[in-house]
């Protein structure tokens, strides 16, 4: 695919990129994509990162590396980072010399957690427009989630009363100290942030929590995540395992895996089949060994198998074997990419109503919802799919031809290249500096 566009030379800039690094989510996968899809429509693209950790093939692009603090003292720099103070200079050096060098028409922006947010400043200091992809909500909260540590959505962002969320259990004595930091947080997120001309957001649903949070609706921009294409390509050799749930992602609370362990336990009696794959990585080892434990209290431990991340390829098979594709976030998550992929390869979703997920799925046409912490209502849904199999199998259909429509390539490309041109333009008239 190539799109007719006006010569432009494009910096992204992220920590992380699965092609150059182990520690990549579902964010840098997305990230991945953009750039790739980009080079594809004839975008001059280069791309600074942390230094790669992983061996390959060089990237198709001229590669920028720059440094961090974490190098010399990781979990206090990350800690600082993420918390309180997003600053790092080692990196806003090495950002600012990938700048310089490239003279990029617009700098894209995507997972700075490492990096540090104080990176956006580093463009608008050069005068070069500014575009933040925006994954989870750090900006708005240390915990990147707007969820509380008891499991209830926040609506009023980042504040002294952080202190009650983040860091209860240690260092109790600094409570008072660490109150008065997070008082601060808001001007410290908030002044980089105002150094961003547009804000590209996944879905309608993560554009409302960002207006709700003070940002203008001039300055955000809804471009959906790409479909996968291999996913939507290959052929289903054989039908979806009776009773088989999947889950893939990261093994953390918020992504809400218990849920459907303790829904599986309601039901294990009534449908001997069900069972439950989960691939993905360890993010938080005491709530992984809390599953575990549950898994053994509930008699599940023959029904519920961690087998950790597998390949790209590989997990293709994975969905098309599933009956029920398990994605139970438990905080707004603006666009899953389990839950576009598991559409895109046809697989029938059980997901949280919740976020971007609400917008996406058409509720008892292409997937199943359940309010995100609702055990008993995961558990009628699961009970209803193994009740009409049929059903689940046309959802599944239909899941992938909304995927289709809603991730189209060219069209989403078409969207992030009509941002890009909006702000060349204004830079040209002078005005890209003002602020909304």
Same mark, same amino acid.
């Given at each position: 695919m190539r799109l007719a566009l006006t010569p432009m030379k494009v910096l992204h800039v992220a920590d992380f990129l699965p092609s150059l690094h182990q520690r990549a989510g579902g964010a840098e996968f997305a990230?991945?994509?953009i750039i790739d899809e980009q080079v594809a429509a004839g975008v001059d693209?280069?791309?600074? &990162? !942390?230094?790669?950790?992983?061996d390959g093939p060089d990237p198709p692009w001229p590669h920028h590396v720059f440094g961090h603090l974490d190098r010399w003292a990781a979990k206090a720099a990350y800690a600082v980072k993420q918390m309180y103070f997003p600053f790092d200079p080692v990196a806003a050096t090495g950002v600012a010399r990938a700048i310089a060098r490239t003279r990029p028409d617009i700098v894209h922006f995507h997972n700075l957690h490492f990096g540090g947010l104080g990176l956006l400043r580093e463009a608008h200091a050069a005068g070069t427009p500014a575009i933040h992809s925006i994954y989870d909500y750090w @900006? *708005?909260?240390?915990? *990147? @989630? !707007? $969820? &509380?540590?008891?499991?209830?959505l926040c609506r009023r962002g980042h504040g002294n009363h952080c202190v009650d969320c983040i860091g209860t259990r240690r260092a109790r004595l600094l409570k008072p100290l660490k109150k008065s930091l997070f008082a601060l947080r808001p001007a410290m997120f908030g002044g980089p942030a105002a150094s961003v001309d547009r804000f590209i957001v996944l879905s309608d649903a993560s554009a409302e929590l960002l207006q709700s949070q003070g940002i203008s609706s001039e300055r955000i921009r809804v471009v959906p995540q790409y479909i996968w294409k291999a996913a939507a390509a290959a052929k289903r050799c054989e039908p979806s395992v009776p009773g088989r749930l999947l889950y893939v992602g990261w093994v953390e609370h918020r992504k809400g895996l218990h849920v459907i362990i303790e829904a599986m336990t309601q039901l294990k009696d009534e449908f001997p089949e069900l069972h439950l794959d989960v691939l993905g990585l360890p993010a938080h080892a005491g709530y992984e060994a809390e599953l575990r434990s549950l898994v053994q209290a509930s008699g599940l431990q023959d029904r519920v198998h961690f087998r950790g991340r597998i390949g790209r390829e590989a997990l293709i098979a994975e969905l098309h074997k599933a009956f029920l594709v398990t994605v139970p976030e438990q905080w707004e998550n603006m666009s899953p990419v389990i839950l576009t992929e598991a559409m895109a390869a046809g697989a029938c979703v059980l997901a949280s109503r919740i976020g971007g997920i609400r917008h996406f799925v058409a509720e008892g046409h292409s997937g199943l919802l359940a309010n995100r912490d609702d055990v008993a209502e995961y558990a009628r849904a699961i009970r209803w799919a193994m009740q009409n199999p049929e059903m689940v199998a046309d959802m599944g259909r239909a899941a992938a031809t909304r995927a289709a429509a809603l991730f189209d390539p060219e069209t989403v490309t078409t969207a992030m290249l009509?941002?890009?041109?909006? $702000?060349a333009r204004d830079t040209h008239a002078g005005d890209h500096h003002a602020r909304v």
């Open positions: 990230t991945q994509r693209i280069e791309v600074a &990162t !942390l230094a790669r950790d992983i @900006m *708005f909260c240390p915990a *990147f @989630m !707007l $969820l &509380t540590n008891h499991n209830e009509r941002v890009y041109r909006e $702000l």
